[in-house]
């Protein structure tokens, strides 16, 4: 399991002019559900055409298992296109069983996995219909299944959950949660950053082409300065500027957001807010992925 | 849940081409394109077999004229009688008494004419016109009665006088004489040659529309990930070709079955032949401008952009028809005896050695039976030839703006590009 990577290695892709990805690096281990958000036009779906071949990197590599990924190796991957794509006057069960036979599967199979998957998502008595006939929200349940039924090693899904109803959003979450704990490396992208932070072992923040952070929300949060919230009903404004280290963010009535060089203490921020007065709240501000979404696109300059 | 992996097969290239392939003909064989078209064609087959016995039947029915015959014109109504059936049409006498009665006859319509006055001069009464035939035979008899009395005057006998011109015949020396098969060659080529354009252009809009419906709908983008673009353009051009291959099967099939009891064909066989000329053509013409217009329709992303992107292809195909008539003419013309001026006759055979005209071309040359085998063999070389030369061009083309959705792209963008 430990060499079923899928790693992403300084890929570079150019459009004309614009740079679309510069030297972009991660990687995406087996079993790990990873989240891939960044703001529209930063290159997210660029590297996921990129992973499937179906657009070629002007320089870096991508590797399957340590070694440079194969059109053999790539029909082990399934994929969510951002702009779905099936043929919308051909039946659903048909045309399932058609994508799964073009990856190898033989026929018996693959129409055996075209009515699990199917009854797994709540089209079970779809199966005969032309896909047109479904709605939105059910089409992309078949363009999921198309990518799942194969028993892909990797999934890459671009916008899975765009367009989804709740209900849906949470079937889908089941199964991608369920495919990454079947030892799958998952990689899809997303704006619904709550939902990425709730589902993903890790995430990856990219802009314009670049990878600005990657690992765990947890790491995320570490790598950024700490901050707290302190209720001192009794200090005068500005107290927490004579804080060594020490810088307020923001103030709220009574509250102020404190954030602390990584070298400050919080033991001094506490005594200096208890000799202003009474203390009502202190307490340490986690930060949303929203948040570090926010704070690492802004920050960082513009390439 | 999760579901344990099944044992997938390598997915050799034969395969990926022989499953789009598959998908191809069973979509198409329900289309309508197949399926209106095929009965389509195949009731106007039946119409036309119809029709032609019924022209058939009515040229096979001889009519009858109602003559009646008054005063010493009478004379003239066995004659009359006695030639008809060897002018093709019968005749009903009738002796009128008088010439008002027979008038009154011709008005009312129970008589078609009245013969009166001599036999030498007779006057004829119709009511609207003559047919002609009939005024033929009674000028021929009028004459003859005047110089059967002309000859007994100079005291010769008429009868052996008519016996001596009877015995007059022409002898008649062909050179080259021209059997049916010969004839009807260049015609049955020319009606393949056409159902050819017919079906290359028909199927082979159905080949730019699928590419473009894949493009549009963005599945190519998902087969792609698992299929090579030349493989995946190979399977479209194989399963839409044979979906073609069996419409002009069935067209052509019906269409013998249906003319040759008509006698229109006095040979099968050369209708046989030409229909297994036909369908080679069909074939390599078809893959030749399949993977053209595959190539040019990948151009656009939308399928309402195919024809106009399609339309250097295209144009090239209605000049092949153009040139058909060019061609056809002249091989029409050698067989039933004009001479082919030899400008024209080098010009046909270096225009159907020319590769996009050469099928629809060569089909009629070869069904006329004038083309030497070294030709025949040359142009099949190369059509090949110019179809290796498209496919590696084409699938070129198609890989590099299969994936490039929007604008529509450039050709020779297309061609640069190797990414």
Excluded at chain 1, 23 to 48: Q, Y
Excluded at chain 2, 375 to 395: K, Q, R
Aim: glycine letters at 10%; proline letters at 5%.
């Amino acid at each position: 399991m430990a060499d079923r990577v899928l790693e992403i290695d300084r890929v570079s892709k150019r459009y004309g002019s614009v740079a679309a990805l510069q030297e972009l690096s991660f990687e995406v281990r087996a079993g790990e559900l990873f989240g891939f958000v960044g703001p529209n036009g930063a290159g997210k779906t660029t590297t996921m055409r990129i992973v499937l071949g179906v657009l070629a990197a002007d320089a870096g590599e991508v590797r399957w298992g340590g070694a440079p990924i194969t059109f053999a190796t790539r029909r082990r991957i399934g994929y969510m296109p951002e702009e779905r794509g099936l043929y919308p006057s051909m039946g659903v069960t048909e045309q399932l069983v058609y994508l799964a036979e073009l990856h190898g599967m033989r026929a018996p199979d693959a129409r055996a996995a075209a009515a699990r998957w199917l009854e797994r998502l709540g089209l079970g008595d779809r199966g005969g219909e032309q896909l047109q006939k479904l709605s939105q929200g059910n089409q992309q349940r078949v363009q999921l299944a198309a990518a799942l039924l194969f028993s892909p090693d990797v999934l890459v899904l671009d916008e899975p959950f765009s367009g989804l109803d709740p209900v849906a959003v949470d079937v889908m979450s089941a199964v991608l949660r369920e495919q990454a704990d079947a030892g799958i490396s998952v990689l899809f992208s997303s704006h619904q950053l709550e939902l990425v932070e709730q589902l993903c072992d890790r995430v990856g923040i990219i802009r314009a082409g670049r990878m600005l952070a990657a690992g765990s929300v947890e790491e995320l949060r570490s790598g950024s300065a700490p901050r707290y919230w302190v209720d001192a009903p009794g200090a005068a404004a500005g107290w927490a500027g004579e804080v060594a280290g020490a810088t307020a963010v923001r103030v709220e009535g009574s509250r102020t957001l404190v954030e602390l060089q990584t070298t400050a203490s919080d033991q001094v921020l506490l005594q200096a807010a208890l000799a202003t007065g009474p203390v009502r709240e202190f307490r340490r501000d986690t930060p949303t992925l929203s948040e570090l979404f926010r704070s690492v696109v802004t920050e960082e300059p513009a390439a | 849940m999760s579901f344990a992996s099944p044992e997938r097969a390598a997915l050799s290239p034969r395969r990926a081409v022989y499953l789009i392939a598959r998908r191809e003909f069973a979509t198409r064989i329900r289309g309508k394109v197949f399926i209106i078209g095929t009965i389509v064609a195949v009731a106007l087959l039946a119409l036309y077999a119809v029709l032609q016995l019924a022209v058939i039947d009515r040229i096979n029915t001889t009519t009858t004229f109602k003559v009646g015959f008054s005063g010493s014109a009478t004379a003239l109504a066995q004659p009359l009688e006695a030639a008809s059936p060897s002018l093709g049409f019968k005749v009903h006498v009738s002796d009128i008494a008088t010439a008002a009665q027979g008038r009154s006859a011709v008005r009312a319509g129970s008589l078609d004419a009245l013969v009166d006055g001599t036999p030498g001069a007779p006057q004829v009464v119709v009511k609207t016109g003559i047919d002609p035939a009939l005024q033929a035979a009674l000028v021929s008899l009028a004459k003859q009665n005047v110089l059967s009395a002309d000859l007994s005057a100079a005291g010769l006998s008429p009868a052996a006088v008519e016996s001596q011109i009877d015995a007059v015949s022409l002898r008649i020396d062909t050179l080259q004489p021209a059997t049916a098969a010969q004839l009807q060659g260049p015609i049955i080529g020319f009606v393949m040659a056409f159902a050819l354009y017919l079906f290359i252009g028909i199927y082979g809009g159905v080949i730019g529309q699928g590419v473009v419906a894949e493009k549009a709908s963005r599945v190519v983008e998902i087969l792609l990930s698992t299929v090579q673009p030349g493989q995946l353009l190979l399977g479209k051009v194989v399963g839409i070709g044979l979906v073609g291959l069996i419409q002009l099967g069935i067209i052509a099939v019906c269409g013998l079955l249906f003319i040759v009891p008509t006698g229109v064909l006095a040979l099968p066989g050369a209708a046989i032949g030409a229909v297994a000329i036909g369908v080679m053509w069909f074939v390599l013409g078809f893959v030749l401008y399949a993977l053209m217009l595959a190539a040019t329709a990948s151009l656009v992303s939308r399928v309402e952009e195919v024809s106009s992107a399609t339309v250097p292809v295209s144009m090239l195909l209605v000049v092949t028809w153009l040139l058909a008539y060019v061609v056809a003419i002249p091989a029409i013309d050698a067989v039933s005896g004009g001479a082919v001026s030899p400008g024209l006759g080098t010009l046909t055979t270096v225009l159907s050695l020319i590769p996009p005209f050469t099928p629809v071309l060569m089909s009629i040359r070869m069904a006329a039976g004038e083309v030497p085998l070294w030709e025949g063999l040359l142009s099949i070389v190369l059509v090949l030839a110019s179809i290796a030369g498209v496919t590696w061009l084409g699938a070129r083309i198609y890989a590099n703006s299969i994936l490039r959705f929007g604008a529509r792209i450039k050709l020779t963008d297309a061609l640069r590009r190797s990414s």
